[in-house]
């Protein structure tokens, strides 16, 4: 049997991005009986626990801009980022009608709020506000997320009928650190030979993660890393640029398209980063919960969307990313009306000065039409750094 090609693996996952209905989880519901699927929105859930438990973690990252939001509208102010009308759109509209339950991690008011909203708005569905912990001491904020993961162990035990054994967990734990392992390895090859893994199809591929059992992604992601090794692409003099900001409320899929198209690598990134958000293998010795809460707080990534103890740390992360992959610039994308992001972008910036890296910023919404003028900032910005380069 052939090995699927790179274009072939691409358009599975395009079919994936594109399809609002969830097909293929409605369809690994349907497969057998008492299948669950449980729902989160970004930035970060255990989903370890949710696999443990024989159930699908279904990513949902709002409706882009294929989905035109009517009575979405109707719940929130205009003056909120999109996805969360874009998601209650999702939700009165039936696309989500299979799903047994919603996660509505800590990540901002608005998320927050959400979660009461479905809890009135689909009764029948099982909906929690998933809270993380905001001190980083084991024995306060670790002991708060343990308890924080038991009472969701046993809200799923409940659901399920079924006890969660041990090996459940840890078996768990080791298929989503080989997945992790295969992401990481994707990026570092993106980094090193960013013409080789456009941007746009590593978007594509590490998203369809979101809607597959991890099993089938870590095989998925095997296929693309061996395919795209095997082809010759063009190099292109762009330079390399870090994309930081996009971590909730995602971007169109022409936005990351046009910033290639303008004359930039992206070389790193923080979209979806529940898929990568413990930077290391969890230990599968041990109490299984106790390290998973070791991981989130000591080994996991730095971003906008998460606390940060020590301040001298603040905006460090960048400056690693840009060291890391080469890159000679950082972009800020961050959605409108992104409180996390954009409260956050000024001291990332001064960072950013200290350290001498160019930058540029701009916003956006999931559903942003005109590209252009996007395209022409980055455009700008590319050339600007080719001419400080060469100076």
Known sequence: MSKPSTSEIVARCQALYEDLNF???????????????????PVYVPREIIHAAGMLPLGILGGGDQL?????????????????????????????????GMLFPSICDVIRNLSGMW???????????????????????????????????????????????TDALRNSIDVYNKNRRLIRKLYELRA?????TPAWEVYLIVRAGLVLPVEEHSALLEQYIAAVKTEDRPIRDNCRVVLTGMFCEQPPL????????????????????????????????????????????HQSES?????????????????????????????????SFCDPALLERPMLQNVL???????????????????????????????????????
């Open 23 to 41: 097909t293929a989880a409605r369809q690994w519901k349907e497969a057998e009986p008492n299948r669950k699927v449980i729902g989160f929105l």
């Open 192 to 196: 090193k030979k960013p013409w080789q």
């Open 254 to 297: 022409n936005l990351i398209k046009s910033l290639e198209l303008s004359g930039c690598y992206v070389v790193d990134d923080d979209l979806m980063l529940v898929t990568r958000w413990l930077i290391g293998d969890v230990p599968l010795d041990g109490d299984a919960l106790y390290n998973l809460s070791q991981a989130f707080l």
């Open 68 to 100: 035109e939001v009517i009575h979405g509208d109707a719940y929130y102010q205009s003056y909120i980022c999109r996805i969360p009308r874009s998601t209650v759109e999702l939700g009165v509209s039936g696309r989500l009608d299979f799903v047994d």
């Open 353 to 391: 000065k200290k350290a001498s890296i160019p930058y540029i910023a701009f916003k956006y919404a999931e559903n942003t039409g005109q590209m252009q003028p996007i395209r022409e900032q980055a455009g700008t910005f590319a050339d600007s750094i080719k001419l400080w380069s060469a100076a």
């Open 303 to 335: 971003t906008a969307a998460k606390y940060e103890p020590n301040l001298k740390e603040k905006g460090q992360f960048l400056v690693r990313a840009v060291k890391r992959t080469g890159a000679e610039g950082v972009i800020f994308a961050s959605p």
């Open 119 to 165: 809890k009135m708005m689909f009764p029948g569905t099982y909906s929690k506000y998933f809270d993380v912990p905001q001190t980083y001491e084991d024995e306060i904020g670790g002991t708060f997320y343990i308890n924080e993961m038991r009472e969701f162990l046993h809200d799923l035990e409940k659901m399920s009928g079924a006890e969660i054994s």
